[in-house]
């Protein structure tokens, strides 16, 4: 049976407060729609660990950089509720856009430091409107635990990072990368890829996985950064906004994974801006 559908912040609490009063804990799973199976594997992570499980679908206008990026956005909230069936969610909460941000809305959420690099040195103000969206979500929900992506791993620690300095009580979760067959990173936006870009997209994660091999084995990314952008080049990616390896936890710059670390890489491939990150 398909979840219902909570439209309104008012008739969530309505059911979260029956469940609280309950004792039955809460876990929520944050997306933009347009699911595919990495989210569903966040839903079937929290039906695991959970009494409850909410599932938002907000496309989030404060997070986008571009007008284009936003109305392209794919939009398909029929399908999602329907892929969600078999899991057995509680409920989908699609808020409209007032229900987040109210007439006269003032307030902006800015996790300093974790930011200032990968996505957020290209994006200006996209990881200020995800902790704040995040925020308002895991406040309106109450939830106590939330299932983020490792595939977006600089949000997944920012909103780690938001929820410890807020005091806002909630276990965030981080859940490994599904993967096409090729290895391509899932992602909403591989819907908008060209059937000739999807036969060239699964060559990031092949460089990702050599790149991290040689690491492994004791290179430098200098000696290894020219090579992997040229075999990405000669793909047919047509820029590459950053291919980095960097600490797991504060995300400074590494030559050598010294630390616990990861390689991130963001590409745009026939006007499809792809990103994906793998430990090293
Ligand atoms: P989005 O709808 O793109 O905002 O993503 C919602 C959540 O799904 C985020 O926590 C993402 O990290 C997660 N997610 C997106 N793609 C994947 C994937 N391929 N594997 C696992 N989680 C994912």
Redesign the pocket.
């Known amino acids: 049976m398909t979840a219902p559908i909570v439209r309104t912040k008012e008739k969530l609490r309505t059911l979260t407060e029956k469940w609280k009063a309950n004792g039955e804990s809460v876990g929520i799973v944050?997306?933009?729609?347009a699911l595919h199976p990495?989210?569903l594997?966040?839903a079937q992570a929290a039906r695991k660990a959970t009494d409850r499980v909410i599932i938002t679908i907000f496309v989030n206008p404060k997070q986008f950089n571009n007008p284009d990026d936003l109305e392209n956005y794919p939009r398909t909230e029929q399908d999602d509720a329907r892929k969600l069936a078999p899991i057995g969610v509680d409920v989908l909460y699609v808020p409209e856009v007032d229900q987040i941000y109210p007439a006269g809305f003032a307030t902006s959420i800015s996790v300093n430091g974790l930011t200032d690099v990968l996505c957020g040195a290209h994006r200006p103000g996209h990881f200020d409107g995800v902790a704040t969206v995040v925020a308002k979500l895991f406040i309106q929900t109450g939830a106590d635990m939330a299932f983020?992506?490792?595939?977006?791993f600089q949000?997944l620690q920012i909103v780690r990072r938001m929820a410890a300095d807020l005091d806002i009580p909630i276990d965030v979760i981080g859940?490994?990368?599904?993967?096409e067959d090729g290895g391509l990173?899932?992602?909403?936006r591989n819907l908008l890829l060209s059937d000739r870009a999807r036969i060239y997209a699964p060559v990031l994660s092949e460089v990702m996985a050599d790149m991290a091999t040689d690491l492994r084995a004791g290179k430098a990314m200098a000696d290894l950064q020219e090579a992997a952008l040229d075999r990405l080049e000669q793909a047919g990616f047509a820029s590459v906004d950053y291919l980095e390896l960097r600490a797991s936890n504060d995300l400074a710059l590494l030559e050598t994974p010294s630390r616990p670390s990861r390689l991130f890489a963001a590409v745009l491939l026939a006007g499809v801006r792809l990103i994906d990150n793998i430990e090293v």
């Open positions: 944050p997306t933009m729609g990495g989210h594997s966040l983020f992506g490792n595939k977006d949000q859940c490994p990368t599904i993967r990173a899932m992602s909403s």
